[in-house]
């Protein structure tokens, strides 16, 4: 039972850890970013408009950063264990650090790892369809990821996400202070005026005292929400004028596997992104759809096995709604038969009106108006594939799901990978 094995073994687990490392939390000033997507950007754009005020620390999915030096917090880890987490906290101590932001998940949240900690600031980004393999229901999803707001003594919630009323509700109960940011509706902050680019994104910010305007190097409408969430915690955190606030948002680049591009000669768009929820996958498709209305999109993706089984099919009909062919392939299929996790994307697909094709048959797609998808369930052949036969000059491939991770699991053991390495090894074989 996951309730007892959380008492008796992840929490003891948190404490000792707390004890060997002199509980470290207790001299920072925290900041938690929960969410279903975007955490990693949210809490890493945290981070560096802090730091550039005062010395800040980071843990997140991708990385862990104290001092400008990076370390590894371990593969397909959102939420470090206690021993590496406070063990991290308690260096940051050491060097003088004064904040500590921390990506954080439901599954952390739920195991006590982040026990001893009560955060300043905590932020949450959005909760959509996910983990539900863990959490069973939505509601104890939720309240997973309402933890952290629970343990914190601000507050800063998503007006515009479809959890907002609930949250809302329990925060009230709780008597939690709290602030909301929205896009669309009225809020303690606002972003009005958005002007979207193909490379960067322009609006203005607006709260209870002022307004201004920034520019980003972010793209898409969901990378305004992450900004919106990030600047309100920093205004609530320190006391930066809103230009330091625009100058450090203009020189902050994505995290790693975020909307990352990879040149090339050869006349390809290819971006590597982490998205791998319904949520996250159609807003990536969506804004680059937006971006490139002209180009043909080619979506590559999975899902990996032990998570939320529901979304496979949920995937594949977003997918067949954005893009033009997709090339389904494997996502850390550990246990699971990747043949089968990919027949149930298919069905989301099938149900978008795209129709299968084997590989040698990739000859139809040319200049041809229907949409196609394709099943290649080794993920290195799956992107030479795409690179070096289905797409042709001019066309955009979006590889989806594994972003910065340094591993794929088959079975119970990981293997190196590298999204950005696989593909420069296809582009190495088409020239």
């Known amino acids: 039972m996951q ?21 470290p939390a207790k001299k920072l000033v925290t900041t938690g970013v929960v969410g279903t997507d975007g955490k990693t950007t949210t809490s890493t754009l945290i981070y560096h408009l802090l730091n550039s005020k005062e010395k800040t620390g980071l843990v997140s999915t991708v990385e862990a950063k104290i001092e400008n030096k990076i370390y590894p917090t371990g593969s397909h880890v959102t939420s470090p264990n206690p021993f590496v ?33 009560k955060f300043d600031i905590g932020v949450l980004t959005n909760i959509t369809h996910e ?51 929205s896009i669309k509706q009225k809020a303690d902050y606002m972003a009005k005026n958005i002007k979207y680019g193909q490379n960067s994104t322009t609006f203005t910010i607006i709260n209870s005292d002022s307004q201004f305007q920034v520019t980003t190097n972010l793209i898409g409408e969901y990378n305004v929400y992450n900004c919106l969430a990030a600047i309100a915690a920093v205004k609530l955190n320190l006391r930066q004028s809103n230009k330091e606030i625009a100058n450090s948002l203009l020189s902050f680049n994505p995290p790693k596997g975020r909307m990352e591009y990879v040149k090339n000669n050869k006349g390809l768009t290819l971006i590597i992104d982490f998205a791998h929820t319904p949520n996250a996958l159609e807003q990536v498709l969506k804004t680059i759809k937006n971006n ?14 032990k998570r939320d089984i529901e979304k496979r099919p949920m995937m ?47 000859q139809k797609v040319k200049n041809n108006k229907r949409k196609y998808f394709f099943s290649i369930t080794d993920r290195q052949e799956a992107i030479s594939f795409t690179i070096r036969k289905l797409a042709d000059k001019g066309d955009l491939i979006v590889f989806l799901g594994k972003g910065h991770e340094d591993s794929i699991c088959y079975g119970n053991k990981e293997y190196p990978w590298s999204e950005r390495q696989a593909i420069e090894i296809a582009l190495e074989e088409k020239a």
Not at 145 to 164: C, E, F, G, R, V
């Open 292 to 305: 490139y209305p002209d180009k043909k999109i080619i979506a590559l993706f999975g899902s990996a096995a």
């Open 316 to 362: 594949g009909k977003i997918a067949a709604d954005y893009a033009d062919n997709i090339v389904l392939t494997s996502e850390d299929p550990r246990k699971e038969n990747p043949e089968k996790i990919i027949e149930q994307i298919a069905k989301g697909s099938i149900k978008g009106g795209m129709e299968k094709l084997n590989t040698d048959e990739y």
């Open 3 to 23: 309730w007892f094995k959380n008492t008796f073994k992840h929490l003891p687990l948190a404490i000792i850890a707390n004890i060997i490392n002199g509980f």
């Open 131 to 181: 983990h539900l393999d863990y959490h069973k229901t939505y509601t104890k999803y939720l309240s997973a990821k309402y933890t952290l707001l629970k343990n914190s003594k601000i507050a800063i919630i998503n007006k515009d996400d479809q959890s907002y009323e609930e949250i809302e509700k329990k925060i009230i109960s709780d008597n939690i202070k709290f602030v909301t940011y």
């Open 85 to 117: 987490l406070f063990k991290f906290l308690k260096f940051m101590v050491e060097k003088g650090i004064k904040q500590a932001v921390l990506e954080t998940t439901s599954h952390g949240l739920d195991q006590h790892r982040f026990w001893g900690i």
